[in-house]
């Protein structure tokens, strides 16, 4: 890079040559510099993506005591895997360290429930099933039908 001493000690002609050059080396690092400086904070500031909502669980089977259920499924791993009976409002949870869960569930046949899941500080949407035997995502006893 020039000095201003340098360039003021050229002869007249050669300045203007070695100047554009200068100014343009400083401009292509500024232009650097600043979209360096644009990009770094968006990429820490930019927000994350939200937690998505679990699937229906795929296992849903009677306990051996009267009311109560067995319920698994998919979920995010590492994340907290919260069932909940809309009937009563009770809450069962789990952590769930390999992308699966399996709760035990206080229930009765054709309640609603629903399952979500929160991680860190990130909760995901619900996700509601009916409670009725099902295997792999296919009920395996007769549906449920609406109160009179």
Known sequence: ML???????MPRASRPARLVASF??????????GVLGVLAPAACLS??????????????????????WRIGGTA??????????ERTGA???????DGSYLVTVEAERCDTASVFEVLGTH????????VRETVNGVPQDAPC???P
Do not use: H, K, W
């Open 3 to 9: 000095s201003f001493g340098a360039v003021a000690s």
């Open 123 to 130: 909760a995901s949407a619900s996700t509601y099933f009916i």
């Open 47 to 68: 927000p994350t993506l939200p937690l998505p909502p679990p699937e229906a669980p795929d296992y849903l089977t009677a306990g051996a005591e009267p009311g109560v």
């Open 145 to 147: 039908t609406a109160p």
């Open 76 to 85: 995010t791993a590492g994340a907290m895997v919260l069932i909940r009976n």
């Open 91 to 97: 809450i069962v949870g789990v952590e769930d360290s």
């Open 24 to 33: 343009r080396a400083l401009a292509s690092r500024f232009a650097v510099l």
